[in-house]
């Protein structure tokens, strides 16, 4: 049975950045691919960006570009996510979930971390 | 990028009645689109992927059907632990993308 894991809650000021963390049991972790997908409070579902270890690579929203970065680190399964320049509608549940083939949606999520952006 | 619309945004219905949401998609997306079923303060979950494949776990009261740009979820007999939040997602092209949201409520 696969688990996906989250740090805990950040409160974090305008400006700087925030790193959460996704540690996986299960599986094989770099076989898969992670996702980041954030919900802020009362809003829909919004995609992030991924990693995909087995290749090495990483993809990203466009509106995120150059504020997140995605990584991964197979020997100890656990997937990162940091997200920089903080705005205060940053505010949200960020999850992670795994991706096995694209044909075949998100069968893992995280916990969820709530990351408030506040002065 | 490819935008996908949900409706109806809400619904009110009854246990025991059937119930409807539609996703469209802003262009066509083959059967790359997945539903996920979201209550509140927990993480989505995987209902149906691939349109119409329900995903191992799920009660068979779930269904999915479509392609192209039209797709359907249907739920037969709600249960009371259906009430929540449903979600389509196309994953056919980066970025993949949500739908607003559909959320049940009970009558």
């Known amino acids: 049975q696969v688990h996906l894991v989250q740090s805990g809650a950040e409160v974090k000021k305008p400006g700087s950045s925030v790193k959460v963390s996704c540690k996986a049991s299960?599986?094989?972790?770099?076989?898969?691919?992670i996702n980041w997908v954030r919900q802020a409070p009362g809003q829909g579902l919004e995609w992030m960006g991924r990693?995909?270890?087995?290749?090495?690579?990483?993809d990203y929203a466009q509106r995120f570009q150059g504020r997140v970065t995605i990584t991964a680190d197979t020997s100890t399964s656990t997937a990162y996510m940091e997200l920089s320049s903080l705005r205060p509608d940053d505010t949200a549940v960020y999850y992670c979930?795994?991706?096995?083939?694209?044909?075949?949606?998100?069968?893992?999520w995280g916990q969820g971390t709530l990351v408030a952006v506040s002065s | 990028d490819i935008e996908m619309t949900q409706s109806p945004s809400s619904l009110s219905a009854s246990v025991g009645e059937r119930v409807t949401i539609t996703c469209r998609a802003s262009?066509?997306?083959?059967?790359?689109l997945n539903w996920y079923q979201q209550k509140p303060g927990k993480a989505p979950k995987l209902l149906v992927y691939?349109?119409?494949s329900l995903q191992s776990g799920v009660p068979s009261r779930f269904s999915g059907s479509g392609s192209g740009t039209d797709f359907t979820l249907v739920i037969d007999s709600l249960q009371p632990e259906d009430f929540a939040t449903y979600y389509c997602q196309q994953n056919y092209r980066i970025p993949p993308s949500f739908g607003q949201g559909t959320k049940l409520e009970i009558k």
């Open positions: 979930a795994r991706e096995v083939d694209s044909a075949m949606g998100y069968d893992h």
């Open positions: 299960g599986g094989a972790f770099g076989t898969y691919i």
């Open positions: 262009q066509s997306i083959s059967t790359y």
């Open positions: 990693s995909i270890p087995l290749v090495g690579t990483t």
């Open positions: 691939a349109a119409s």
